[in-house]
């Protein structure tokens, strides 16, 4: 129970102490002392005041996940305003205050519909992961999607990337990590005001992100959960490293991770910051904990050079996290064979393989306009390349996919061994 001090508090807890097959387990101080509660697995219903600070959706999803059913006293259940909240924090069962009753009668026969809750583990504790993992896998992967300005297609490929890996069955996590303001959102229609990284970021200051992670994430079809980016690229300045690194560390407690970022790698603090982070904390945290960096560049001649630059800065700058490179755009009407592209690249960086992706803009405004992954819209040259980067970039998720399916889908060609700067 828990009341944050409101009035019918005592007669609630004298009217229910006594009624046979209900104990009063705890009276919580505040919702932090509630969740903590739920997650001992011994409650079966929580009696809440709608109003109490910090009772948000995101705790009562935390409630419904150790199968604690929600019971709010309100002042009126036919109140417009408190149907809204309840509807608004995601609370079914409403009592009036001054109807003791009516409160006995929820308790004892609130049934949610939901079924799928998990029941805590008896010795699992406050903090123990709340979803349990079945394929807690030593596998995963934490790949980062970087590349230098211009829009090179840093967000098409990571969100195609981060689908295609899903509709393979491996659980899969994309952050929009990107400190300019994000565009996975937009790709992927969703059309929500709550930003992911500024919830995680806020829950990652409170320590309690490892528990309440999934209330950050949205999810898009079975196996892609989407921590959506800034709603404002001025909002930066909420998330720091250490949150970052957070939000990236519970993101592969949940699966394979892929992380759409920035294209800026300086790291000076803005002067009007003083002592702050760098603007562009977000891109350089990921990198730091990338286990590869794909690096995307633009295949006309002002792409590649801003590639050629971006490989070098990008070698200064990370402590060597294995690098990929996807030349993304190509057409015939440019005049460079991949053979020429390759010698370039090859040239700046060592690389782990190089990937060539067509220019496809009837696929990619197929995919745009409908709000839906690449891989959601139907075949194309695209898809085909980036499914290749897949293949490559997450090995386990072509097992996962069984016999029979080709290695690599797409063309890439692996640098020639020994060769570098
Ligand atoms: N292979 C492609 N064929 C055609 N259009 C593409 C291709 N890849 C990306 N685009 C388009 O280029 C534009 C920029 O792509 P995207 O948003 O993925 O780039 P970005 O590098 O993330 O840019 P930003 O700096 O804005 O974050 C988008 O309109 C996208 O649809
Ligand atoms: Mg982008």
Redesign the pocket.
């Known amino acids: 129970m828990m009341a944050s001090g409101a009035a019918w508090e005592s007669a609630a807890l004298a009217r229910l102490d006594g009624q046979s097959g209900v104990v009063v387990l705890k009276r919580c101080v505040d919702v932090d002392d509630l969740l903590a509660t739920a997650t001992s697995g011994q409650a079966d219903v929580a009696v809440v005041g709608l109003e109490s600070p910090g009772l948000d959706p995101a705790a009562v999803a935390h409630l419904r996940r150790y199968a604690v059913r929600p019971v709010a006293v309100v002042s009126r259940t036919d109140d417009p305003d408190v149907l809204s909240r309840a509807q608004r924090v995601d609370v079914r069962a409403l009592v009036a205050f001054d109807d003791p009753e009516g409160l006995v009668e929820a308790v004892t026969t609130i049934e949610d519909a939901e079924d799928t809750r998990v029941r805590a583990e008896p010795d699992a504790g406050p903090g123990a992961p709340v979803v349990p993992d079945a394929d807690a896998g030593a596998d995963r992967r934490l790949v980062v999607v970087w ?1 230098p ?11 195609t990337v981060a689908s295609e890996l899903a509709r393979r069955g491996r659980d899969t996590v994309l952050v929009d990590g ?1 400190p ?1 303001g994000g ?1 996975v959102a937009q ?1 992927l229609g969703i059309l929500d005001e709550v930003s992911g990284i500024l919830s995680a970021a806020r829950l990652a200051g409170s320590a309690h992100l490892a528990e309440r992670f999934d209330s950050t994430c949205r999810g898009v079809g079975d196996h892609l959960r989407v921590v959506t980016g800034l709603p404002r690229a001025d909002r930066w300045i909420e998330v720091r490293g250490p949150a970052m690194e957070q939000v990236l560390g519970s993101a592969l407690e949940r699966g394979d991770v892929v992380v ?1 970022t ?2 800026s790698l300086e790291d000076e603090p803005g002067q009007d910051f003083g002592s702050r982070p760098s603007r562009n904390t977000m891109t350089l945290a990921a990198l730091d904990l990338a286990d590869e960096v794909v690096v ?1 560049g633009a295949a006309d001649p002002v792409g590649l050079s801003r590639l050629a630059r971006g490989l070098v800065e990008l070698r200064d700058r990370t402590g060597g996290a294995p690098v990929r490179v996807v030349v ?2 190509m057409r015939p009407t440019l005049g460079w064979s991949e053979r020429e592209i390759a010698g370039m690249v090859e040239g700046f960086t060592r690389v782990l393989g190089l990937h060539f ?5 009837a ?3 197929r ?2 306009v409908a709000g839906r992954a690449l891989g959601e819209v139907g075949e194309s040259a ?1 898809l085909r390349g980036i499914a290749g980067v897949v293949d490559a970039t997450f090995p386990a998720s072509v097992t996962v996919q069984g016999a029979g399916r080709r290695a690599s889908r797409g063309r890439w060609r692996r640098a020639p061994r020994g060769r570098r700067d």
């Open positions: 590349g300005g211009g829009a090179p297609g840093r967000t098409t490929t990571a969100v990107d300019y565009g790709q759409d920035g294209f995307v993304n755009r992706l067509p220019e496809d803009r696929a990619v405004d995919a745009l695209l």
